[in-house]
């Protein structure tokens, strides 16, 4: 395990000196961040955002005031975009193994606290592994949001990373985080090559297998963001994964209790006020759950207490009750495993 971790700080702190060095896309953000947080970046010191390895956006909506947590900060690119959002009432902690990405992160502390306008800094960055996030003496239930930016892959023992992230989380908050998963379990040859796992391929986890380990974890109902194809654009690279596929990922997993395996029927709905800063018209849960402002939405009863029991309630009317269940959400793909058939064919029964 040792030699894992000395393997990801030489390739994060030594062989690569920016982007440009990766040897593939997978540690590229894929898709353009919106314009407010394209207007945070441009704040951002030039050091911070080149030596920033992420493969997505892991700043969901609705951050002022939050105790905020980043697995794996690196050079601090999405613990100081946090910084700006939560406010001078919030906190960022940023949370990374190799020495030469905190030196860069907290050599800006200033800058960004002058940048801001803020009276004192509200960020801060500890060395440590997050694969030993249960050594670091951060205090349980503490964390309203814990993100997280192509980082997990890397590490060794993903089902703790993601047990201790629930264990950190406050009751009602979040786990927002982007990373590389694959179509197929990686082999072990190919998790030992040092230049595919620092480039977050071979580490990634076989898309079902996180799934798996999140509910795990406490996180009963993992919510898709958004999902991109990975091209790799080496070709030594793709000879070596070959029929491997790769995909960029963005998932929310809720801290809820009572939410359920399945997507369940209550007869509930929702409706959206519109005042989520920068949703203005429109509100997303997930990727196919979009709720304009003012329109009545059914909604299964996980989606229904991930709205109610979270920072997003008061932007939301609530309506039904959990007093009737009417069975399986079709709404949310779900379907009875049998059906219904002639009653010709109906077994007598006993």
Request: charged share 25%; aromatic share 12%.
């Amino acid at each position: 395990m040792e030699v894992k971790h000395q393997e990801v700080k030489d390739y994060y702190g030594k062989q690569l000196q920016s982007s440009e060095d990766l040897k593939s896309n997978a540690c590229c953000p894929i898709a353009a961040p919106p314009k407010y947080i394209q207007e945070i970046l441009d704040l951002i010191h030039d050091e911070v955002k080149d030596k920033y390895y992420g493969c997505g956006l892991t700043i969901p909506n609705e951050l002022k005031g939050l105790k905020v947590l980043d697995l794996g900060s690196g050079s601090g690119r999405d613990c100081f975009i946090a910084s700006k959002l939560v406010g001078q009432e919030g906190s960022v902690v940023g949370i990374d193994m190799t020495e030469e990405q905190l030196a860069v992160a907290n050599k800006h502390i200033d800058f960004h606290t002058e940048k801001f306008g803020y009276k004192y800094a509200n960020v801060k960055f500890i060395k440590g592994n997050i694969d030993s996030l249960s050594e670091l003496g951060l205090e349980e239930g503490s964390f309203d949001l814990i993100i997280s930016n192509c980082v997990i892959n890397l590490a060794l023992n993903k089902q703790k990373v993601l047990s201790d992230a629930f264990r950190l989380l406050k009751t009602g908050g979040e786990m927002y985080f982007s990373d590389v998963y694959a179509d197929r379990r990686v082999s072990k040859e190919l998790q030992n090559d040092p230049v595919l796992w620092g480039e977050c391929l071979s580490g990634a986890l076989y898309w079902n297998d996180f799934l798996n380990f999140a509910k795990h974890a406490g996180f009963t109902d993992p919510r898709i963001i958004e999902s991109h194809p990975i091209g790799i654009e080496n070709q030594e690279l793709e000879n070596k994964i070959g029929e491997h596929k790769f995909f960029s990922v963005t998932y929310r997993l809720f801290k809820i209790d009572g939410l359920e395996s399945d997507c369940e029927d209550y007869g509930q709905a929702v409706s959206y006020k519109g005042s989520i800063e920068n949703c203005a018209s429109a509100f997303n849960l997930d990727n196919h759950h979009n709720f304009p402002k003012g329109k009545m939405i059914t909604v299964c009863g996980n989606s229904f207490k991930m709205l109610e029991d979270t920072r997003f309630a008061k932007h939301f009317n609530f309506y039904g009750s959990w007093d009737t269940h009417y069975g399986i959400f079709e709404g949310c793909g779900g379907d009875m495993p049998f059906k219904e058939g002639s009653n010709d064919d109906a077994i007598p029964c006993c």
